[in-house]
């Protein structure tokens, strides 16, 4: 559920630059790029069909831009089930990530039905997979300024300009991400914030040097445009704030530019530059409460997007099993697993990530 992004050393982008340019009818424009992803997140129908409301599911945010979902509808419900063909097995090898993610989604779903008169309920079915279901009838009032957000929220991968968040903002995102079975720790004390800081980069550190996690976070990249339009899914390095490349080249300026030194010095950097950092924690560490821990991080996401700021998840204390601990006891909840950590503040806008067309079974 984060992104990671590469920097690329003048020499190493001179000396490619003729072969870039000889490639750029190949690898597509970030105009087309905006103009197709744009399409995904135009207005919801004023009564929409449940394939209208899938497409709001699928705005929401997942590990390595996967999207490990597919959807069943059935009458007055849809049914969104785990894909683990898209799971990513060395970053999230028990599935967490995947179930957080359908969580987001399934928050996505329900605000777009409520904001259409149809409010639901969401549960989880164990019996088929951990599968989430939503149901029509019934469930929460509709809240327009969540909803709203959908369209425009985004993981933004970039530096913030270092804004404190007022007292009554900083209430309101915790109001919002109220869910039963899941507290949230928001962090604004620079002491405090340091310590996550050195948990982030101890985390990417052990990452880095395993080369299972870099080969599959390789997997997932996507360098130019056409190739990012024509998979649907994956980390843009557009969207990152990387340069776009022809995807011949960029898994090898990947290989020789990705090192602990300047991924590190960039985390420290964005976490210096974020207003706080919140810290997800369900009460067991189970499917259902994953779930839970998805759709309160997705409502945190959506009244930060209302309220102007820009958030992204910096997972890497969550993701390595050894740093769980520390940042429970950082947070007050030792004993406990956190799920998710984001760090918001004000910042830029970033282009946004694409989608796969919904996949949706019978």
């Not at 690898?27 to 207005?43: F, H």
């Amino acid at each position: 559920m984060h992104r990671r992004r590469f920097l690329i050393g003048s020499g190493v982008a001179l000396a490619g630059a003729g072969a870039i340019l000889g490639e750029v009818g190949r690898m597509g424009s970030m105009d087309e790029y905006t103009a197709s992803v744009s399409a995904a997140r135009v207005p919801l129908a004023a009564r929409p069909e449940f394939a209208d409301l899938i497409r709001f599911a699928t705005l929401a945010p997942n590990g390595h831009n996967t999207q490990p979902w597919r959807f069943r509808i059935d009458d007055n419900r849809i049914e969104i089930l785990p894909d683990f063909t898209r799971r990513t097995p060395v970053v999230d090898p028990d599935d967490h990530h995947v179930f957080v993610s359908l969580g987001c989604a399934a928050e996505n779903l329900s605000l777009a039905s409520a904001a259409r008169n149809r409010p639901g309920v969401v549960r989880v079915n164990p019996a088929n997979e951990g599968s989430v279901v939503f149901t029509a009838g019934g469930g929460a009032v509709a809240e327009p300024a969540l909803f709203e957000a959908i369209r425009h929220r985004q993981s933004t991968r970039a530096d913030y300009d270092g804004r404190p968040v007022g007292v009554d903002e900083l209430r309101t995102l915790a109001a919002a991400a109220a869910m039963p079975g899941v507290d949230v720790v928001l962090l604004t004390e620079r002491t405090q914030m340091d310590h996550v800081r050195d948990l982030i980069v101890a985390g990417n550190t052990e990452q880095i040097a395993d080369a299972a996690f870099v080969r599959e976070l390789k997997s997932w990249l996507r360098f130019s445009p056409r190739h990012a339009l024509e998979s649907g899914d994956g980390l843009f390095s557009a969207a990152s704030g990387s340069p776009i490349l022809p995807e011949w080249l960029g898994p090898h300026l990947f290989d020789m530019v990705y090192r602990v030194g300047p991924e590190n010095d960039r985390y420290a950097r964005q976490l210096r530059t974020s207003a706080g950092v919140a810290v997800f924690v369900s009460e067991r560490a189970d499917i259902d409460h994953w779930v839970r821990a998805g759709r309160a991080c997705q409502r945190f996401a959506l009244q930060a997007t209302a309220l102007g700021l820009r958030h992204a998840f910096v997972n890497q204390p969550v993701e390595v099993a050894h740093l769980r601990p520390e940042l429970a006891a950082l947070v007050g909840m030792s004993g406990r697993r956190p799920d998710i950590v984001m760090r918001f503040g004000y910042g830029p806008t970033t282009p946004y990530s694409a989608r796969r067309a919904a996949v949706i079974v019978a």
